[in-house]
């Protein structure tokens, strides 16, 4: 028998005042990596209490470096004593470990990192970051479910992606800081998180050039410096409290937040019928009447974002008439389909593409959260359904929301967190 956390939520209260947007958790974890690049004490700010970001400093530590946390602030101290591995236990728990391959390698010519396997909602490759990494020089086996990497050094490469993956563009992209020679990657990935990284690389003494661009331009320097830096605002937690306030009616004001990394979502909010508002570092997002459908497919930055569609569709729920959401970036990323339709919701799914017809109102009934984004959109459903609704193993959710409910608590939501014995 475990004993887990859970979220009960009464739906049913229009949602209304100010929240702070916290830091990205897509990068504070490859600005994290980074810090084994070059050895001394690095700090961040505005970074998010999350569980992902508690298991990212679990690894560097568990790699030699000293790790504090202490109010949204990491200290970071790297030293020359570095365990070159990423092992499987941790690794399982989040992918985005992986982005401990391209540093290790570029600065200790070894890595050894567990393959980061599937995710509960179907395949995620690797192989552009191994692919790369080769075109730079690596000798790389994989063996007994981990990637083995040995370089005298690596070298500048020519790197064109098939997939702009945001991975493997941020993997390369540190790993070329400390290559010899010029490394270029076409059609690189082009999200903020990326940009981010990229500028804190800079500020490291790095020489990339593009940064925002599909073409980065990163000329390897023979060594890198620690430096301090902030981190930029959650686009993903500032779109799914856009969509709070208006699958509840409400009125909602983000701050700091960046209203041009929500530019695609803002854009799909106003053609639901949202009022939106912004200034420099903020948005009020408010509703007038019942949702419109509104079709969305997911593309890469500065398109809608993938992490976004699970809660596009609890709003697409209750939206007056059917609409069609299409993931073009994850194929498999629709388990919280199953979850929705226990709320009362009629979608169907053929492969991608999901067909929602809206209803007049949703109803309150026991979930399951089957992964973070899918855990967003049942609480989000919960927000507006008629009841109760429990959402079980919010273990997913603490990976990527930084204190949820006093969030939602403080706009004037009914949610609070339980455990509940599971039986296995
Ligand atoms: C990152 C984000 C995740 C987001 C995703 C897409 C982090 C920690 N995670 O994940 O929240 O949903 O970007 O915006 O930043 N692919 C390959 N081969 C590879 C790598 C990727 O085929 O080697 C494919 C994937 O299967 C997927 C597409 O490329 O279809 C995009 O994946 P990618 O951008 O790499 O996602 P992640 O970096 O894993």
């Given at each position: 028998m475990f004993i887990m956390d859970k979220l009960v939520v009464e739906g049913g209260k229009a949602l209304k005042g100010n929240i702070s947007v916290s830091g990205a958790k897509n990068a504070v974890l490859p600005m994290m990596a980074c810090t084994f690049l070059a050895e001394g004490q690095y700090r961040l700010d505005n970074?998010?209490?999350l569980k992902d970001v508690k298991t990212m400093s679990k690894l560097l530590e568990n790699m030699g470096a000293d790790v504090s946390l202490k109010e949204n602030s990491i200290a970071i101290k790297t030293n020359g004593?570095?365990?070159?591995e990423a092992p499987y236990e941790l690794v399982k728990t989040m992918?985005?470990?992986?982005?401990?391959l391209g540093p290790l390698l570029a600065r200790h010519g070894y890595a050894k990192v567990s393959l980061p396997g599937g995710c509960a909602w179907g395949p995620r490759p690797v192989n552009l970051h191994i692919e790369g990494m080769r075109k730079m020089g690596a000798d790389i086996k994989i063996e007994k479910g981990y990637i083995i990497a040995k370089a005298r050094r690596l070298k500048g490469a020519h790197i064109s992606f098939d997939i702009p993956s945001v991975g493997a563009t941020g993997n390369l992209l540190m790993a070329a800081t400390l290559a010899k020679g010029r490394t270029i990657i076409e059609n690189a990935a082009k999200e903020p998180e990326i940009s981010a990284t990229a500028k804190f690389l800079n500020a490291m003494g790095a020489k990339i050039e593009g940064?925002?661009?599909d073409q980065l331009i990163i000329d390897g320097t023979d060594s890198l410096h620690p430096a301090d830096e902030s981190v930029i605002a959650d686009r993903i937690e500032a779109g799914t409290f856009m969509i709070a306030a208006l699958i509840t009616g409400g009125d909602i004001t983000l701050e700091n937040v960046d209203p041009h990394h929500v530019a695609a979502i803002s854009t799909k909010m106003a053609d639901a019928g949202a009022i939106v508002t912004e200034g420099p570092n903020w948005i009020n997002i408010h509703s007038k009447g019942r949702i419109k459908p509104v079709d969305m497919t997911t593309a890469v930055?500065?398109?809608?974002?993938t992490d976004m569609q699970a809660q596009w569709m609890a709003l697409m729920s209750i939206a007056k008439g059917s609409s069609i959401i299409t993931d073009?970036?994850?194929?498999?990323?629709?388990?919280?389909v199953a979850e929705l339709k226990r709320l009362g919701a009629d979608i169907t799914l053929d492969h991608n593409v999901a067909v929602i017809k809206g209803t007049s109102h949703l109803s309150g009934a026991p979930v399951m959260s089957t992964d973070l984004r899918a855990s967003a959109s049942l609480i989000l459903a919960g927000l507006v359904a008629k009841g109760q609704t429990d959402v079980s193993r919010v273990y997913h959710i603490d990976r990527g929301y930084e204190k949820i409910e006093k969030k939602l608590q403080g706009l004037g939501a009914k949610i609070w967190r339980t455990n509940e014995q599971l039986i296995t």
């Open positions: 970074v998010p209490m004593h570095t365990k070159l992918r985005a470990s992986i982005y401990v940064i925002g661009t930055y500065p398109g809608f974002p073009s970036v994850f194929l498999d990323r629709f388990t919280h």
